[in-house]
């Protein structure tokens, strides 16, 4: 990102491991939708010359003195999100947010990203995880950020056993909610996108109805297939600004509203008065920036491994060589309509 609106290539010095940290050759990486917020939208302020990326996988070059459980040649999965574990807000249970809101977020962010030769990893035992012999790239580098944050669109939802549950957005990080949505035990699950290829990739992971938003009113489209009841659950994971809105009012008093979309524009986010009981419906609205570190990347592999979700069937196009990088961020900019999530391998 060489300013707002502009990328391109740059030259850098190569990044040095501190004692606890690693260095990082990438195998495959993937660009984000978020990047797309931070260079289009300016979402996140200026920044200049920083590298993006915040999706990858790759072999470990170099590592610190104390680095215990990882070495030189090992192949890693990166999360998207590297925690200063030393922080106070690790205690209060959010690293997300270690060392202020969204700080645990540095690649593309604080820090250069993954989109380089190499990249610095900091606290090495506690943000990185071992990738599976016989995972493929593909598989692989939807661990870092699209698995665990559709995951967690849904558990910030508190799906319960049976319950409706509605994910606004099907893109890469919606469909890996239909999928969190699904493995926690949704009843009827409802899918809200526009392209084919996510619509049908949405009800191989669960969904029972697709709601096309540019067929009408999704609320009124929801409302209608619930006999006017609404969801127990929404998740929104992609949309406008209103997308927050027409969760609350498809969301049955007392249900859950859960965010993972990142609003990249506006000054504030509109809250409907009367979905919202006047302020007294007891509608829970909640939402987070996606938790990296270790523990939730083995997690990732775990689930990926024993086949309990197919993050792969997400990549739509696959390239070679780091020259191939821009193209593959201008396809998630612009968002054909056989794209899902593009991928790099280098
Ligand atoms: P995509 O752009 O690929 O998907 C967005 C989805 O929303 C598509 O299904 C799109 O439909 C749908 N959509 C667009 N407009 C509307 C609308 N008006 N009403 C309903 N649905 C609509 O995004 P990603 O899946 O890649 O990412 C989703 C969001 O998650 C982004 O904002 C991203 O920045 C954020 N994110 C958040 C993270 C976190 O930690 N919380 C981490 C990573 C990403 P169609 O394209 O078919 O028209
Ligand atoms: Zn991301």
Known sequence: MLGIGKVGWIEKDAP??????????????APCTSDIHTVWEGALGDRKDLILGHEAVGEIVE??????????????????????????????????HSGGMLAGWK?????????????????????????????????????????PTGIQGAELARIKPGETVA??????????SVAGAAILGAGRLFAV??????ADLATEYGATDI?????????????????????????????S???????????????????????????TIPIPRLAWGNGMSHKDIRGGLVAGGRLK?????????????????MVTHVFDGFENMEKALLLMKDKPKDLIKPVVLL
């Open 297 to 313: 990347m083995e997690q990732m592999v775990d689930l990926a491994v024993y086949n309990r979700i197919k993050p792969e069937k």
């Open 63 to 96: 590592v610190g003195d104390e680095v215990k459980d990882f070495k030189v040649g090992d192949r890693v999965i990166v999360p998207a999100i590297t925690p200063d574990w030393r922080s106070e807000a690790v205690q209060q249970g959010f690293q997300q």
């Open 241 to 267: 600004s209103d997308s927050l809105g027409q969760a609350i009012e498809i969301t049955r008093p007392g249900g859950t509203i859960s965010n993972v979309n990142y609003f990249g524009s506006g000054d």
């Open 107 to 147: 690649f593309s962010n604080f820090k250069d990203g993954v989109f380089a030769e190499e990249f610095h990893v900091n606290d090495a035992d506690m943000n990185l995880a071992i990738m599976p012999k016989g995972m493929s790239l593909e598989q692989a580098v939807m661990l870092p950020d699209m698995a």
């Open 167 to 176: 994910v606004i957005g099907i893109g890469p990080v919606g469909l890996m």
């Open 16 to 29: 040095k491991a501190g004692p606890y940290d690693a260095i990082v050759k990438p195998l495959a990486v």
């Open 211 to 239: 709601i096309d938003y540019k067929k009408g009113d999704i609320v009124e489209q929801i409302m209608k297939a619930t006999n006017g009841k609404g969801v127990d659950a929404a998740i929104v994971a992609g949309g």
């Open 193 to 198: 996108g526009n392209r084919q290829v996510c």
